[in-house]
């Protein structure tokens, strides 16, 4: 069973920026896809990005598109999201998780974090 850790979250100033980073244990994670989610206060599960499995092919929410970077290093198992520009609604447990293809719905990805807390500050 893979277990994905997060880690790179905080509380930040509308406006700045925050890199999540999310490792992943064992030796097969090239051969997945990784996606981002996030749940804000209240909320249900949401999209956010995810990055295919050799890091050719990304895709992104509209609200983070432009803002928001995924990217990945399969030779240290890990996948990051660049946060720029943030905004007071991106507040959110942000979670990372494994899946087969480049969806973008929660029930596609198999493996999940246990998500860190970004906080946004208007």
């Known amino acids: 069973q893979v277990q994905l850790v997060e880690s790179g979250g905080g509380l930040v100033q509308a406006g700045g920026s925050l890199r999540l980073s999310c490792a992943a244990s064992g030796r097969t994670f090239s051969l997945y896809a990784m996606g981002w989610f996030r749940q804000p206060p209240g909320k249900e599960r949401e999209f956010v990005a995810v990055?295919?499995?050799?890091?050719?092919?990304?895709n992104y929410a509209d609200s983070v598109r432009g803002r928001f970077t995924i990217s990945r290093d399969n030779p240290k198992n890990t996948v990051y999201l660049q946060m720029n520009s943030l905004k007071p609604e991106d507040t959110a447990i942000y979670y990372c998780a494994r899946g087969f293809a480049t969806a973008t719905t929660p029930a596609s990805f198999g493996s999940w974090g246990q998500g860190t807390q970004v906080t946004v500050s208007s």
């Open positions: 990055v295919s499995r050799n890091g050719g092919s990304t």
